[in-house]
């Protein structure tokens, strides 16, 4: 969404400069349409008013803020030790969750669960957050099917809480911590010892891949369906042109996010630079 609402004014002014100067009228006109309605620049007529100091200070606006999003994500400390921080949190849940005691431990367990099933998807890319790997690198397989297993200890450690919860979440507890030492100090291809992983059956990468690029496409379908649905009824309930972009845009978020959950929706936007 960024990366549009900055391109889209200053592709529009180029094009409409230079449709200009070479007098390509339809062109010219299809280029002043966008880049009054994506731009949403005053009339260059009035006095004082700048179409090219309008997009430069909107890049910049957004530009910025964009750039400083992405140092955060791509290449800032919040990044790369994502996997050990959520194991923090784990920890203090699986604490709690021991203390907890009659109808409060269903409540406490469930909260570990759903922080390890967080976990699960920092693991899966832990090799690519905390760095050290090139995109081809051979050793990425390496820390792929490592990963895998990782996944499927803690699988192993989910299910033996409805059978022994106090003995697995120590064990749980335990893994977890060892799992985010290891992280922090970039061993991402030795989260767990061979020990720990005696027995475990892997989880499939394929059918991981294959559940999440459904989940993709799921909220893909859920953001285009709130646009269709928003875009003609914003009008009648007297929403402004200029704030209509915004609230397709907040539409769209929202659906996918009530689709699919933030994590993969951030994880998604992630992909794009700038977002």
């Known amino acids: 969404m960024v990366i549009v609402i900055i391109a889209v004014p200053f592709l529009a002014l180029v094009a409409w400069k230079f449709a200009h100067h070479y007098g390509f009228e339809s062109l010219e006109q299809a280029a002043a349409f966008l880049f009054d309605q994506w731009g949403k620049v005053p009339d260059s007529s009035a006095a004082g008013r700048d179409p090219v100091f309008a997009v430069v ?27 050990t921080q959520r194991t923090c949190a784990a920890l203090v849940r699986c604490a709690q969750a021991k203390a907890a005691t009659g109808i409060d431990r269903p409540d406490r367990l469930r909260h570990v669960d759903s922080l390890c099933r967080a976990i699960e998807w920092s693991v899966w890319r832990s090799h690519i957050w905390r760095g050290g790997m090139t995109r081809r690198s051979p050793r990425r397989g390496a820390a792929r099917h490592h990963a895998s297993a990782v ?25 977890l911590a060892t799992i985010g030492e290891q992280h922090a100090a970039g061993f991402v291809g030795a989260l767990l010892p061979a ?18 690029s459904f989940a993709i496409v799921r909220g893909v379908v859920a953001a285009l369906g709130s646009v269709l649905v928003l875009d003609p009824l914003l009008p009648v309930l007297g929403v402004r042109d200029d704030l209509t972009g915004w609230f397709l845009a907040g539409g769209a978020l929202a659906a996918a996010v009530t689709a699919v959950g933030w994590r993969r929706v951030r994880d998604f936007l992630g992909v794009f630079p700038g977002l």
């Open 57 to 83: 200070a909107n890049l910049a606006m957004l530009g910025i803020p964009a750039w400083v999003m992405w140092r955060t994500l791509r290449k800032g400390v919040l990044r790369k030790y994502w996997l």
């Open 151 to 175: 996944i499927g200890a803690l699988h192993r450690e989910l299910v033996r809480l409805d059978v022994e919860p106090d003995q697995s979440l120590d064990d749980l507890a335990k893994m």
């Open 195 to 212: 020990e720990a992983l005696e027995g475990v059956t892997p989880v499939s990468l394929r059918r991981h891949a294959l559940r999440e």
